[in-house]
């Protein structure tokens, strides 16, 4: 696997790859191009049978802020209809599919501000460890927009239930680690200096697994997790998402 990339940082230690969002300029932002190379990283994860677990982690103050505002408002002047930003909203749920869907099992490294996009992040990985300074947000009911970057909605509903996640929404206020982990987002809350031993009470055991056995059962856990789902709503999720931001940016022009 190629480990060059502009906006991550790859490194892998024997089984397990550590995948570092590499923009601490921007609170790790998600952009386009980051979007692509991890595309480009998940991928290849179930071509190389060597892996066994993938950590998805942040570098800088923040695990991630959400995604690239900066970009939107060229994307929608590159044509009319918004295809640019569609095509934006499409890559975003295939790296959240593929997180959630590869052979690996995917863990979530949190730190400093989670938000927005970097809730979605998290959210599809398997598990998730964070910090207890943890600050968790999903803003975008307040920026004008719903929350439909990369199929979020969904996988909140099903891993945190209905109830929660209508307040989350439509609150857009600030939560913290421990409540977090009350609502499933988290599955352990330690001191930031006590995060990689965390995982590693995680990875150790992991790597040592059958590999068929290990992916069968994730195999299984996304089937059933799935079963209720007659109609896979996110595929609107893009579409969404460029309707909205183009009816703000009009507002504003007006």
Known sequence: MTHDYKNLLVTQEGPVLRVRLNTPETGNAVSGPM????????????????????????????FCLGGDRSEFPELLAEESGGLALRALGNKARRVCDALATTEVVTI???????????VGLALFCDLRA????????????GLGVPPAWGGIMPRLLHEVGAAKVRELVLTASNFDAA???????????????????????????LVRR????????????????????????TLFDAELLSSALSAAQQTRRG
């Open 35 to 62: 979007l692509d190379e991890l595309l480009a990283v998940l991928g290849a994860l179930d071509d190389d049978p060597g892996i066994r677990v993938l950590i998805l982690s942040g570098e800088g103050a923040d």
């Open 108 to 118: 979530a490294r949190l730190h400093g501000g989670v938000v927005g996009a970097g």
């Open 130 to 141: 964070g910090a207890d300074s943890c600050r968790f947000r999903l803003p975008e009911l």
């Open 179 to 205: 409540t977090a982990m009350e609502l499933s987002i988290l599955h352990t809350v330690v001191p930031e200096d006590a995060l990689d031993a965390a995982l590693a009470r995680w990875t150790k055991p």
């Open 210 to 233: 059958s590999p068929t056995a290990l992916r069968t059962a994730k195999l299984m856990m996304n089937a059933y997790g799935n079963a209720h789902r007659l109609a896979d709503a």
